[in-house]
């Protein structure tokens, strides 16, 4: 299963080194905290130096801010290109192989998937301000997704609002966060049909 954080078009060394970094930050805060972890624990964890860190980011927030940010957008263009592959299948397949491609591909990566749901939280307004516009982008998804298959569809499937979906998206993160609290991040597919079935019923055509 492909990595949530992966090497950018950097020189080399300083790509594994950022990329060390925000793995090692992901680490410290599955293991005490974002506010328990501190830059020494990060340093120490990426095996660089405090001096490192700080060349690559400005403090602990901005280095969580990018550790979700490249994470989002690797999780998003999974999801893209699950949509792709199962073009051809009933819409209901379609929708669960892009559920299951999304579970799959977090819980390959625990840490960084503790650090999306749960310690996003709990950093500052910046950090909350970015995790509203996360949850734009699968709202905004899954209303195209359905507007899609609302056209290919019209006797099946309805184009839902916002709101409902947004509502929907909330329901199906708190799924998610409770598996991960308890400890089964890897175990995270295991809900792929219960995932499946709210987005099916939130946008099927109503007899």
Excluded at 40 to 64: N, P
Excluded at 157 to 163: I, L
Aim: net charge negative; aromatic share 4%.
């Amino acid at each position: 299963m492909e990595a949530l954080v992966t090497p950018e078009d950097l020189t080399e060394d300083d790509a594994q080194r950022r990329v060390r970094i925000l793995l090692a930050l992901a680490t410290c805060m599955a293991a005490k905290g974002y506010r328990a972890t501190t830059i020494s624990d990060i340093a120490r964890e990426g095996r660089v130096s405090k001096t490192i860190v700080y060349a690559h980011f400005r403090d602990k927030e901005h280095c969580l801010l990018e550790l979700y940010t490249r994470a989002t957008d690797k999780m998003l263009a999974t999801v893209h290109a699950a949509q792709e592959r199962a073009a051809g299948l009933p819409w209901p397949d379609r929708l669960r192989t892009a559920v299951r491609a999304y579970l799959e591909v977090l819980a390959a990566n625990p840490e960084v998937a503790w650090a999306a749901l749960v310690e996003v939280q709990a950093a500052g307004r910046p950090a909350l301000a970015l995790r509203r516009q996360v949850i734009d982008r699968y709202v905004e998804l899954i209303c195209a997704v359905a507007t899609e298959l609302a056209e290919r569809h019209p006797e099946e499937v309805r184009p839902v609002g916002r709101a409902l979906v947004l509502a929907a998206v909330g329901g199906l993160n708190e799924l998610m966060l409770a598996r991960v609290e308890r400890g089964e991040v890897t175990s995270l597919a295991d809900d792929t049909d219960v995932a499946t079935e709210v987005l099916v019923q939130l946008v099927a055509r109503r007899p």
